[in-house]
């Protein structure tokens, strides 16, 4: 009989399916789970701000989407770290530099965002015949790329948990 956890249902569907087990092989179901559920959370929030700065500066503001998603950025930021710091990755100290490297990983996600933005706002536009609607679909297709990203990015950098180069603790 073994010490281990029964497998749960994640971990359970990742081995059945085999492009997807090769492509998180090096990924603990655990985190990878939590990474979901903070995720699933940051997505929520981070869409949220941006919808509703979208909304508020509308009237105020030309071209309101791309303030939006510059301030909407830069409060998300610091709720997905906190997040990841503590529910995901689960490190300690080094608040300053961890967020520092969070925030690098974030801004180079913002500036792929700010460029690629206006030109999925436009095609949409062209495409649906709805101006209104088209930022927030746009909005909505960018924090798809941006969760992918930023999971790579926080687990190489942001809180240095990959060490390929040494074996798992046992």
Do not use: D
């Not at 990924?27 to 995720?39: D, E, K, M, S």
């Amino acid at each position: 009989m073994s010490n281990e956890p029964a497998p749960g249902f994640l971990p359970r569907l990742i081995a059945r399916t085999p492009g997807l087990a090769a492509a998180v092989s090096h990924i603990p179901p655990h985190q990878f789970a939590r990474y979901l559920v903070v995720g699933a959370w940051n997505t929520a929030f981070g869409y949220g701000t941006f919808v509703a700065l979208t909304a508020w500066l509308t009237p105020k503001v030309p071209y309101a989407y791309i303030p939006a998603a510059l301030l909407s950025s830069l409060l998300n930021i610091t709720v997905a770290f906190l997040g990841y710091k503590w529910f995901v990755f689960r490190t300690k100290g080094n608040y300053l530099k961890e967020w520092l490297r969070c925030v690098a990983v974030y801004s180079s996600s913002l500036l792929l965002t700010l460029l690629l933005l206006p030109v999925l706002v436009v095609a949409i536009r062209r495409v649906t015949g709805n101006g209104r609607l088209a930022p927030y679909i746009a909005g909505a297709l960018m924090t798809f790329v941006g969760v992918i990203y930023s999971f790579v990015g926080h687990k190489r950098f942001s809180f240095g948990t990959a060490a390929p180069s040494l074996p798992p603790a046992q």
